[in-house]
């Protein structure tokens, strides 16, 4: 990162969207990892915790030789209770050692200053090691994208959209949530691999499939939006689209224009998957008497589901202060640059643009993508460290709305939260990064 700011209120917005991390490996193999990494070879923490358990096991060792004075028995007997609390001592190093690796390195790895004069040598403890750490690394491959330390990482960082590095061993499941104002917010769940395939096995599940599973999971009113999944009736796939049977009493507003909240979640929901478009059905039970049964194809009205119309993101923020990008569905473009464009204006919907009045810019579309030149150097310290962020991934998923890469030129600095702004920035895989309960 190229800031050192962080006040209260970028604090929140980390704990806010903070996911719920777990790590199944054991204490020992964690301990390996941490030994292994030449940045916590210092640290007089975690070499303390390492040699205490170390030395108490030699003593009583020679307490069985019977090569102690009486002197030193009387010391070992402690010791010995001592001896079977070595997870402990190895679960509190790994802890410790962790918290201080992710503070160092959110704070730009700046070095802090310890008294270490009395730290003691841990030659005996460098054969093994070694040993260890050769063959943790021998028997996973891929240790260094399952760390815990990278997850802490990712964490503490400022972005708010799932990008392609955030899917090592992973999918994403999309949804749209239905906010007070009656439109959707697009969310980006990722779900681990290994959750998948414990749910549905080896076959990869549907985009249907998924929705089935996942979406009674989330808690909706809790992130301040409308209880409005799973859709009620009945959803099924044929061929490649989707039918929603409704009941026929139903609160969907399924005949209005094409930004109403139902329409809005659909497309958020199952866009960008394997189906072209949703077939409404209304039910109608047979053997009516007032009325003869409904035929097939009779009512029925489509919606597509491959996006045609094109929309610029804003900042919403719900009921419980959280904060998401998202589209403002009301209205939509024909070009990217247009889009751009009107991302500085100011909405009264609910939706904040994340453009400060004062910054102005043109737009040009090239070959390679999209380039937003600022008219004026834009230094983004100048800015809340959250606010800069979200200006950067608006503007991203803006120009991946129309699939295309935007550069940001004119910038006074080369990098920000990890995104190279000499060059054209990734198209992300999704807005709001979300994890599953």
Known sequence: MTHNQFDDDQLEHVLNNAPKLSDRRSKEEVLNRLLADTRLQDNIHLQKAIQQPMDDEKIFKEQQQNSHTQQESTKTATIKKNVRKWPIFLSGAAVFALTVLVGSMYMNNKEVNMDQANAPDTSQYSTIQDNRAAKSFENDDDIIETD???????????????????????????????????????????????RVATDFGKKKPTTLQMYEKYAPQIDEEEKGFTNYHPYKGELKEKDDKLVHVLPKENDYDVASADNSEYVGTVQDTFSDSEYKDIEIEIENPDDTADEPPQKEGEQNQSIALTRQNHSNYYLYKDENGAEYLSPDSSKTYSTVTEALIDMGNKKDDGY???????????????????????NEPLDLTTMDAVRATQLIEAMMLTAASFDQQVRLDNVVQESWEGFDLKNFLPKPVGANKQYMP
Do not use: H
Not at 172 to 194: H, Q, W
Not at 356 to 373: D, F, L, R
């Open 352 to 374: 904040v643009p994340v453009v400060p009045e004062q910054v102005t810019y043109t737009v040009q579309e090239v070959a390679e993508g999209v380039v937003v030149t600022f």
């Open 148 to 194: 815990i330390v990278s997850k802490y990482s990712r964490m503490m960082s400022l972005r708010s959209s799932v990008y392609e590095e955030d899917l090592t061993n992973a999918v994403v499941f999309r949804i749209g949530l239905a906010n007070r104002d009656k439109k959707s917010v697009p969310m980006t769940y990722i779900i681990p691999n290994e």
